[in-house]
T-cell receptor, first 116, second 115 residues
Framework: EAGVVQSPRYKIIEKKQPVAFWCNPI?????LYWYLQNLGQGPELLIR????????DSQLPKDRFSAERLKGVDSTLKIQPAELGDSAVYLCASSIGLAGSTDTQYFGPGTRLTVL | AQSVTQLGSHVSVSEGALVLLRCNYSSSVPPYLFWYVQYPNQGLQLLLKYTSAATLVKGINGFEAEFKKSETSFHLTKPSAHMSDAAEYFC?????????????FGKGTLLTVNP
């Protein structure tokens, strides 16, 4: 079974530039998550999708971050414009979405963003 | 609000020694608890999870964890460390359902295994 796929793995941009990350979840997984992981910290949720619907985007900085999950499969996370403080690893995860709190989330390898 | 505290940001053990990584949680409802491992430049991989069945949970790679409600703890152990266990370990707690569902991670513990 293929895992969660993310691209690119690494991205270096200058501040004020836009950047986008792509995620392909495990086939059949209804729920998709985007997390931010700063160095030495645990992942923090940015947004959660149930199929096409963003059911929790309370921690997404909407002034510069946006996300979409068209057709309820792949998802894209965008930052525009990027700031120095956005340098971090952006993780995508997916889960079946049927068991709620007991769901296992499966993580992709992440995209490491460096903003210069 | 739920939270997770991992005592010790860095734990160092010798190969063959006992591994003990500590996790305490706070939750207003009976929690579900998870341990994930992250190897360098990789995503998180589930080691084990507690979902209110047996309090002693066995996971992959010889790890296990015991849920102790009275101590609000879910410590991770392995009897004998292997070099390949060197990684960062995250404890997480989930609660709520539907739009209220949330998985909260601790800050992680970096495990070093010395030969």
């Amino acid at each position: 079974e293929a895992g969660v796929v993310q691209s690119p793995r690494y991205k270096i941009i200058e501040k004020k530039q836009p950047v986008a990350f792509w995620c392909n979840p495990i086939s059949g997984h209804n729920t998709l998550y985007w997390y931010l992981q700063n160095l030495g910290q645990g992942p923090e949720l940015l947004i959660r999708y149930e199929n096409e619907e963003a059911v929790d985007d309370s921690q997404l900085p909407k002034d510069r971050f946006s996300a979409e999950r068209l057709k309820g499969v792949d998802s894209t996370l965008k930052i525009q414009p990027a700031e120095l403080g956005d340098s971090a690893v952006y993780l995508c995860a997916s889960s079946i979405g049927l068991a709620g709190s007991t769901d296992t989330q499966y993580f992709g390898p992440g995209t490491r963003l460096t903003v210069l | 609000a739920q939270s997770v505290t991992q005592l010790g940001s860095h734990v160092s053990v010798s190969e063959g020694a006992l591994v003990l990584l500590r996790c305490n949680y706070s939750s207003s409802v009976p929690p579900y608890l998870f341990w994930y491992v992250q190897y360098p430049n990789q995503g998180l991989q589930l080691l084990l999870k507690y979902t209110s069945a047996a309090t002693l949970v066995k996971g992959i790679n010889g790890f296990e964890a015991e849920f102790k409600k009275s101590e609000t703890s879910f410590h991770l152990t392995k009897p004998s460390a292997h070099m390949s266990d060197a990684a960062e370990y995250f404890c997480a707690v989930s609660e709520g359902g539907g739009s209220n569902y949330k998985l909260t991670f601790g800050k992680g513990t970096l495990l070093t295994v010395n030969p």
